[in-house]
């Protein structure tokens, strides 16, 4: 109050002017859904709707969808998101109009992803299709049969280091898989052999460690203030920090140049991606070539590899043994599994490994209940017209995973982990629209296959001769969210795990069915009721029975003996 005699009426005028200004350009875009017909909570100025979902976290996402249905309206800052939660519109989105209308993600600013900017998930249209069809052949069940036996090599690397830990010990599930990840995505990427799983403080895994603890203020700064990102790259700043980034560049560079000179031929990624390279002058006036990738986009794609498949896989990870010390009767019947289908000490084949189906039934289980990633979007880059709606051109729309795998109009129980629902002879008809843990339609994941193999390899190897189980610091959560630090379990070796969890097994199988006690008690009478009728009819039928049936006639008291039966029957 001291300094208002200090300024002139105009200055005054002025600084109204200009606040009044900025706080229009915060909520300038806020009309975006009412225009399309569409509800959604009320934003902030700035911030949008983040502020519910930092409160929230995600059980923003299931309020919104119960509240306003499967399409509602969101805002990350400024920019406007669709979001669609309804599987036949997902159809038409991810699948139908991808390459014509939603073929792109939505990027905020990609120059502060540094050496990432290039890579295959930020790049739009025909470049992104060129990529595309360049580093899809290196996952390939061909391909894939050629990087097995590093992953198989490393999976048992992890499983010996249990050997030398402490029986009972309870361990930090990810930081237990993450180097296994790791070093099966650098060798199968680049030949190396990082061996980050005997040694978890090697160079690379600190540096990757560095590189994964991103800056995030950047991100909220250029959804409120979006004219910002042009300062970014201006000033080039990144999200990541530079010494990890110069690390792994040069890493990325020194391979790639080895692998050059050496013409013994490499079976890994990087080999596939250099065998491709084509100049930038093969790309004429914007008109792409349908295949090939110049050496920036190389670069960036061996990045993009480390960076998004480590870290995506050992959380996946994570989130499978989590749910199998959960639920015990599961890791059970996987055990089992795997004992009849593998022989013991003897090596895992391709083949063997992708035909055991129950495995695959609790990856797909645990992928539906704990999505790695919960949201994926597209931008409409043309208006669109869908049940009704018109999608502006420009509007990004996203799809919330984790609330359509747990949507009971598309899952019985959604909350149980059942991963029978997706064995092909008993399971539930699942709507192919419905689940999509590694995205859906062209722009998929297009590590996927090669993800599941790494994923299956390592279970295997485990669950032969270990069980998982919870411990005092594993943290229960019913949402589709975990952080680290609630993974907390027990690996321990299977014949001493039978006497020391088998009581904690059953104890939590009762609490699991303890809702459905009254069912299981109505089927088990109807069992043993059936039972009791089919034993006294063949009693009836066989020869003894007739004979002690005729001696009962000889006691002149045949009714009684056929009430008696008719008696079982009314009883069940
Ligand atoms: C269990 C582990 C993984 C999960 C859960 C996962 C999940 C996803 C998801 C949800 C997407 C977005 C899909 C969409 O927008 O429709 C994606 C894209 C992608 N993933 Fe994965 N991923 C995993 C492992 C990997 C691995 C191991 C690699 C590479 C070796 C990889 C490479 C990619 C790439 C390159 C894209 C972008 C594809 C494109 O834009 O065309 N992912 N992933």
């Not at 970014?232 to 000179?261: A, C, M, P, W």
């Not at 001696?551 to 002149?556: D, H, K, M, S």
Request: proline share 6%; charged share 20%.
């Amino acid at each position: 109050m001291f300094f208002l005699p200090f300024f002139s009426v105009t200055t005054w005028t002025l600084i109204v002017l200009a606040l009044t200004l900025l706080l229009l350009y915060g909520i300038w875009p806020f009309n975006h859904f009412k225009k399309m017909g569409v509800r959604g909570p009320r934003p902030f100025p700035f911030m949008g709707t983040l502020p519910y979902f930092m409160k929230k976290g995600q059980h923003f996402t299931l309020e919104c969808n119960k509240k306003y249905g499967d399409v509602w309206g969101q805002f990350d800052g400024l920019s406007p998101l669709l979001m669609v939660a309804d599987p036949e519109m997902l159809k038409v989105i991810l699948v139908k109009e991808c390459y014509s209308t939603f073929t792109n993600r939505r990027i905020f600013a990609k120059d502060i992803f540094g050496p990432l900017k290039d890579g295959i998930t930020m790049v739009k249209d025909d470049r992104w299709k060129r990529i595309r069809s360049t580093i899809s052949p290196s996952f390939t069940s061909g391909r894939l049969k050629q990087v097995f036996p590093i992953v198989e090599r490393y999976a048992d690397r992890l499983v010996k280091t249990l050997d030398t830990e402490k029986p009972d010990q309870s361990v930090d599930v990810k930081k237990f898989v993450g180097p296994y990840s790791l070093d099966v995505m650098t060798s199968a990427s680049f030949s190396i052999d990082t061996d980050t799983t005997v040694n978890p403080d090697a160079p690379l895994s600190v540096q990757l460690r560095n590189l994964l603890k991103f800056k995030i203020w950047p991100f909220f700064l250029i959804m409120a203030l979006p004219f910002t990102q042009h300062l970014f790259r201006l000033t080039g700043i990144s999200v990541l920090n530079k010494t990890s980034v110069d690390y792994f560049y040069n890493l990325v560079r020194r391979v790639q140049h080895d692998h050059k000179e050496d013409k013994s031929g490499h079976s890994d990624f990087l080999q596939l991606m250099i065998e491709s390279e084509i100049q930038e002058s093969d790309i004429k006036d914007g008109v792409e070539p349908s295949k090939g990738m110049t050496d920036p986009e190389i670069v960036s794609q061996a990045f993009l590899f480390i960076f998004g498949g480590f870290d995506t896989t050992s959380t996946t990870l994570t989130y499978i043994l989590y749910n199998l010390a959960l639920n015990p009767d599961a890791q059970q019947t996987l055990q089992q599994k795997i004992d009849v289908h593998f022989s013991k000490d003897s090596p895992v084949s391709y083949e063997d490994l992708m035909n055991l189906e129950y495995l695959d039934n609790v990856i797909s289980e645990s992928m539906r209940l704990l999505p790695t990633a919960p949201l994926i979007d597209r931008v409409c880059k043309k208006t669109f017209q869908i049940n009704g709606l018109t999608i502006p051109e420009g509007t990004a729309v996203g799809v919330p995973l984790s609330n359509i795998h747990r949507d009971p109009r598309f899952w019985t129980s959604p909350e149980l982990f059942k991963p029978e629902r997706f064995s092909k002879d008993h399971g539930e008809d699942i709507h192919p629209y419905a689940y999509m843990p590694f995205g859906l339609g062209p722009r998929n994941c297009v590590g996927m296959r090669f993800a599941v193999m790494v994923m299956k390899m390592v279970l295997v190897r485990l669950l032969r001769d270990h069980c998982v189980e919870t411990c005092k610091d594993t943290v229960v959560r019913h949402t589709s969210f975990l952080t680290d630090a609630d993974t907390w379990l027990i690996v321990e070796t299977r014949s001493h795990h039978v006497s020391n969890c088998f009581n904690i097994n059953l104890l939590l199988i009762w609490i699991k069915y303890l809702p459905y006690l009254d069912m299981l008690h109505f089927f088990l009478s109807f069992f043993l009721s059936s039972f009791r009728y089919l034993w006294s009819l063949i009693r009836f039928f066989s020869p003894r029975s007739r004979s002690s049936l005729r001696l009962v006639e000889g006691n002149c008291n045949p009714p009684s003996t056929i009430k008696s039966a008719q008696q079982f029957y009314l009883l069940s």
